[in-house]
């Protein structure tokens, strides 16, 4: 599956942002997505998933409370709102298609361009 993360940009703390990331190709509801984003200087992390249906989510501590993620398997889109940023949530953000392992992210498949997100302080 092909994947395109878009809606990043330049936010200043507290403020908000909505990434999207639209599949195309193989069938977009046999997997899972995660959302992941690498910071200056540092290796790309995972920080949320969604299950295939998208009727459970997981978010790491750092984000838990803040972003949404959620997907729209009749646009083959998955979605990741940003609540609350903080100068620390700077990275490039990228979205994944692959599958779990219970809860757990387990293995990527597919990956999209990033798209940049900057917060200011």
């Known amino acids: 599956v092909q994947l395109q993360a878009s809606g990043g940009g330049l936010v200043q703390a507290g403020g908000s942002l909505r990434l999207s990331c639209q599949a195309s190709g193989r069938a977009f509801s046999n997997y899972a997505m995660g959302w992941f984003r690498r910071a200056p200087g540092k290796e790309r992390v995972i920080i949320a998933h969604?299950?295939?249906?998208?009727?459970?989510?997981y978010y790491v501590d750092s984000v838990k409370g803040r972003f949404t993620v959620s997907r729209d398997n009749a646009k083959n889109a998955v979605y990741l709102q940003m609540n609350n940023l903080r100068p620390e949530d700077t990275a490039v953000y990228f979205c994944?298609?692959?599958?779990?392992?219970?809860?757990?992210?387990?293995?990527?498949?597919?990956w999209g361009r990033g798209t940049q997100v900057t917060v200011s302080s």
């Open positions: 994944a298609a692959g599958v779990m392992d219970g809860i757990r992210w387990y293995e990527d498949y597919d």
């Open positions: 969604i299950t295939k249906s998208g009727n459970a989510a």
